[in-house]
């Protein structure tokens, strides 16, 4: 016998994640702890304890991200410098937005999200070329595509928080307050949803179809911006000034990013059953990942999504109850909140307890989203309550 | 068999299948969704709105079969109430079914496992390794430990079993998760109203539908001070204060008392330079027999006071009964100087027509009025109107029509207009009058306008110095005729100033045979517009307005905008024109002030729903076992297991370690 016993399984060891951290993981954490302490110390004085307590919480979750996985922080840090070269060439001015070569061509709040947007149209359009034409190196720009939107997208919230600020103190807030800043927050989140499963399943080959959803939602974000001028900072309403709307607002957006990406996947499903079908050995059987593994990225989207969900609802239910006087007042957005929810758990125990698999569950996820999308959209477009949140 | 012990295992089988029934799956599928369905009816139908509205939206039949079904209140009805009730209950069966298994299951290694079972699953594989059965132990105990499974061994003579698992916690989410459910809707029914339905069920609870002051509420429709919840609202003006809320129900509503009286010191609303609201906020005191001083507390959005148990929440603002300095002008006949009225909102006065006397409901007074306007790229932009009061206008019939009138002039495309909006019906838009204003901003020259066309004496001169204008130029010299021409155009003022130009073209209807009516329309509206040029200049000769070189650009726009007035003023159809000319201010702070003691039960349920969903997803259970036989100097080794929430990534683990070992030892076909 060549290996002795403890050499013959080396390297299958799951060790708990604090024992893999490096060099690199230190200093990140150390970073990122640098960061929510200069921010505290800079704004902690216009920061109430909750707002505080969110600041440390992000920071601990950023740690453990980027630990968990890897990419997110090489992100982040370009993030963070494009955020701050565009703070910096600001000063105090708002005016500069226009004058300055910098801010004007590339990272003013709004120009970073026209990157953005032209990005995600072309990363979309390249996914489906790299899957055509079979080519890693055009899926390999693909993917760099997509990571450098949801970078010009980041940068653009960022920007776009501290100019609310330039346009006055009172008028500052954490961009995700209407409908057009949530669905940049839409687009990054579902990106980074998917990126996260691209690098975990190692294929490319979703690509195309979850940015198919992006590409929809950057047009009706370039039509809002051009056509109704949404783009324009508003101050905020008084019932939306709470440090819920700091928490509430994005667990739901990645509710609806995994529920984007769980339909998506599902249309994937759906295509390849299809091409199966007809050509149990043809070209689109041969490139999209096998059944099983779409069937099981689908769960983990729906569950992700569900998770989130959850949470969101919770945290809007216990603003609801600060701002509203009842924790639950079937308000039309609520109401639509707990039908999606009821869905997705229907959803969840067909496929557990009844072992549901493929093309219905498919077709479930797709209808999902349209649910989904009246809750986001059609709620606030077609009934009206209390909801004081973006109308179209 | 007696046939008593047949009846009693019958009932008890019928008993078991009930159990069965209500706690299985397909009667919570079907629970779900219906609930699901039952929301969407619940918002796509106004809820809660006056009975009228669903009346006029439905018809009368509609109106009755859909007020059977509760679908006015889908949230409180009784059908809507039951689903609920059945999904606690068959959760709830549920939890009872399948907790005990799962408890037992989370400390159950399944050691005792058949090889022959094993040998069955899906995912499993075997090898033959010379490796001693001892160090496959240890080998194989050590890569379980580092990949984070528990387990348990039992060894024979010449084999061994080991029983792994991991996340067994993953169980506890799904008692948790459940359990949540069954928490979040008991907590929510202390807080629902159904404790108030079965008072009312019970007859002792009836909702007033009158217009009481608190004070004369019968106590059929008051609730006790103790009633432990509640949800009410009070609008309380700056300066009063008030005991009681007011919960709304279907057609009327309750008097809920509170063992405290709170007054509303001062009400403010403050603005962005935008002009749009950004806070509102109300200085209370809290008076209570319990407390020796009074409690002074600053209460706005977002931010409620919680005293006693009892939450108060800043939720809207009104008037508060502004007084109103109201000078009221005549317009149809336009003659005589304003009434002086002094109102106050929420209250009545009369005017006096030239009908007979009129009521004069005051409803609303508003400081400011921010309304959203296109600018110039046609972007929506937020400008304020200025102040605004509303009233309706009753007559002896008691039909009302609603006015809401601006004080200050608002621009629009570089002129100058007070806005008056008339509807007839709440469920219509207001359509707003646009009285164009002179340069010092005020009515007057339109009502001195409006009030020449009543002048007989000047509009008769007016019309003669029309006709013999006319009559030079066309070199006609028929004096015979002269008097029929001036009573015509005569005529056609009065017709101009009572229906507009409408009234004109249906006095052309009724004397001029269809085939010239276009003509002859034609032809009469010029010459009314020639008579009212001809009264324009007269008026502004007398306000001294320069026209020697004919009326300016803005004179003339006026003259435009006056004539398009009046002839809306048969639709506006109110005899005076209501000009703001002074306010005392007074605002109402509207209160939501509520009881929910279930609140503490439902937290406590979303908490459980939290940690539930999260170990139910991202606590993968797994298990796995591994059967080690030593025969003849050879260990053979059968690997199984299974994951049971994400089968994927359990499969990848079980493929890493078997293609790891297959490396080594002799893979087993069909193992
Ligand atoms: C509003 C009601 C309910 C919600 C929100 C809910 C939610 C969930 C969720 C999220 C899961 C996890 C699914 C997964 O991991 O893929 C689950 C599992 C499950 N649910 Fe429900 N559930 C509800 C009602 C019920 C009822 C009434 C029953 C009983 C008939 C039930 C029986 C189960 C069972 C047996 C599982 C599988 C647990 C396991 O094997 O780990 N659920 N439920």
């Known amino acids: ?392 | 068999m007696k046939p008593s012990a047949s009846r009693h295992s019958r009932q008890l089988s019928a008993a078991a299948v009930l159990f069965e029934f209500l706690g299985s799956m397909n009667l919570a599928i079907t629970l779900l969704v219906a609930i699901a369905v039952a929301s969407v009816v619940g918002t796509v139908l106004q809820q809660n709105q006056p009975y009228q509205d669903y009346l006029i939206k439905f018809g009368p039949f509609w109106f009755d079969v859909f007020k059977r079904l509760g679908l006015y209140n889908v949230y409180g009805s009784a059908w809507f109430m039951a689903i609920l009730a059945f999904l606690v209950l068959s959760t709830s069966i549920c939890i009872l079914r399948h907790t005990p298994n799962m408890l037992r299951e989370m400390r159950n290694y399944r050691l005792n496992v058949q090889r022959r079972s094993l040998a069955s699953f899906h995912l499993r594989r075997e090898w033959e390794t010379t490796m001693p059965a001892a160090e496959v132990q240890r080998l194989l105990g050590g890569w379980l430990s580092a990949r984070g499974y528990r387990y348990r061994t039992r060894e024979a003579e010449d084999q061994r079993v080991m029983a792994a698992m991991k996340g067994r916690f993953s169980k506890l989410g799904y008692f948790f998760t459940h359990i949540a459910i069954v928490v979040i809707c008991v907590g929510a029914l202390f807080d629902g109203n159904l404790p108030l339905r079965l008072r009312e069920a019970a007859g002792k609870l009836k909702p007033e539908t009158r217009d009481l002051p608190a004070a004369e509420v019968p106590a059929i429709s008051r609730l006790p001070v103790d009633n432990p919840s509640f949800r009410g609202s009070v609008s309380i003006p700056e300066g009063s204060s008030a005991n009681v809320v007011f919960l709304r129900l279907r057609e009327g509503y309750l008097v809920q008392p509170l063992p405290f009286t709170v007054e509303v010191k001062d009400f403010r609303i403050e603005h962005y330079a935008t002009g749009q609201p950004k806070s509102f906020e109300s200085d209370l005191v809290i008076r209570d027999p319990q407390r020796e001083a009074p409690l002074e507390r600053t209460i706005a959005v977002n931010h409620p006071l919680i005293y006693r148990g009892y939450a108060i929440y800043q939720s809207s603002f009104s008037d508060g009964g502004s007084g109103l300095h109201i000078a009221a002008w005549p317009l149809r006949p336009a003659a005589g100087e304003a009434q002086r009225i002094e109102g106050k909102v929420f209250e009545n006065s009369t005017l006096q027509t030239a009908q007979g006397p009129m009521t004069l409901e005051f409803t609303d007074f508003r400081l400011f009025n921010i309304n959203p306007v296109p600018d110039r790229e046609g972007h929506r932009r937020h400008k304020n109107f200025g102040p605004s009061f509303s009233f309706k206008l009753r007559n002896a019939t008691g039909q009302a029509r609603e006015y809401e009138n601006y004080m200050s002039p608002v621009e629009f495309q570089g002129r100058r207009y007070v806005l008056t909006g008339m509807r007839t019906s709440p469920a219509e838009p207001f359509r707003y009058l646009h009285i164009p204003v002179d340069d010092r901003g005020s009515v007057q020259r339109f009502l001195r306008f409006n009030a020449m066309l009543y002048d007989g004496e000047r509009v008769r001169k007016a019309a003669e110095d029309a006709t013999d204008r006319s009559f030079e130029r066309l070199g006609v010299n028929r004096p015979e005729v002269r008097g029929d021409v001036v009573r015509s155009m005569q005529r056609l003022v009065e017709r101009f100033r009572t229906g507009g130009f409408g009234a004109v073209a249906a006095l052309v209807d009724e004397r001029v045979p269809a085939d010239q009516r276009e003509q002859v329309t034609e032809a009469y509206i010029k010459v009314l517009r020639t008579i009212l040029g001809e009264l324009y200049l007269e008026l502004l000769d007398t306000e001294g307005v320069h026209t020697g070189q004919g009326a300016g650009d803005a004179e003339r726009l006026f003259l435009r905008d006056a004539v398009a007035a009046i002839d809306a003023l048969g639709a506006y159809g109110s005899p005076f024109y209501l000009q703001l000319t002074g306010y005392d201010f007074v605002q109402a702070s509207g209160l939501e002030i509520t009881r929910a003691p279930g609140k503490n039960v439902v937290y406590f349920g979303f908490a459980l729903l939290t940690v539930g969903v999260f170990l139910m997803f991202y606590v993968s259970s797994r298990r796995m076992w591994f059967w080690i036989e030593r025969r003849n100097g050879v260990t053979r080794v059968l690997a199984a297991g299974m994951g049971s929430r994400h089968p994927h990534d359990f499969e990848r683990e079980f493929s890493l370690l078997s293609e790891r070992l297959g490396q080594h030892w002799k893979v087993l076909e069909g193992g």
């Open chain 1, 1 to 392: 016998m060549s290996v002795t016993p403890q050499d013959l399984l080396k390297g299958l060891e799951k060790p708990p994640l604090w024992k893999t951290l490096g060099v690199f993981d230190v200093l990140w954490a150390l970073l990122v702890l640098a960061g929510a302490v200069f921010s505290w110390l800079r704004y902690g004085a216009s920061m109430d304890d909750y707002e505080a307590a969110i600041l440390l919480a992000s920071g601990l979750a950023l740690i453990a991200l980027g630990w968990a996985w890897k990419p997110l922080r090489v992100l982040t840090l370009m993030v963070a410098a494009l955020s701050l070269f565009a703070i910096w060439r600001y000063g105090d001015s708002l005016k500069l937005a226009d004058s300055d070569f910098f801010l004007r061509f590339l990272v003013s709040g709004q120009s970073a999200v026209m990157w953005m947007s032209a990005l995600f149209i072309a990363a979309t359009a390249a996914y489906f070329i790299a899957l055509f034409m079979r080519s890693e190196f055009i899926g390999r720009v693909a993917a760099a595509m997509t990571w450098s939107a949801v970078a010009m997208g980041l940068t653009g919230l960022m920007v776009r928080w501290r100019e609310s600020y330039l346009m006055g103190s009172d008028i500052g807030h954490i961009p995700v307050s209407n409908l057009y800043e949530v669905f940049i927050l839409f687009s990054l989140l579902t990106a980074l949803i998917y990126l996260y499963y691209e690098g975990r399943y190692r294929t490319r080959a979703l690509g195309g179809f979850v940015l198919l959803v992006i590409s929809a939602a950057v047009t009706f974000l370039l039509w809002y911006a051009w056509s109704r001028g949404a783009d324009r900072i508003q101050p905020l309403v008084p019932a939306l000034q709470s440090y819920w709307m700091k928490i509430h607002v994005p667990a739901n957006f990645i509710g609806y990013g995994a529920f984007a990406l769980a339909a998506m996947v599902g249309v994937a499903w759906l295509v390849r059953d299809r091409a199966v079908r007809r050509h149990p050995h043809g070209f689109i059987a041969s490139r999209l990942p096998e059944a099983g593994e779409l069937d099981d990225l689908m769960y983990k989207a729906v569950a992700l999504g569900f998770a989130f969900f959850t949470v969101a609802t919770i945290l809007g239910a216990l603003w609801a109850a600060e701002a509203w006087g009842g924790y639950w007042s079937w308000d039309p957005k609520e109401t639509w909140a707990l039908i999606v929810w009821l869905n997705y758990a229907a959803w969840l125990h067909m496929r557990l307890t009844r072992g549901w698999r493929g093309a219905p569950m498919a077709w479930w996820a797709v209808i999902g989203l349209f649910v989904t999308l009246f809750a986001f959209l059609g709620v606030n477009m077609f009934l009206s309550g209390l909801h004081s949140y973006g109308e179209l």
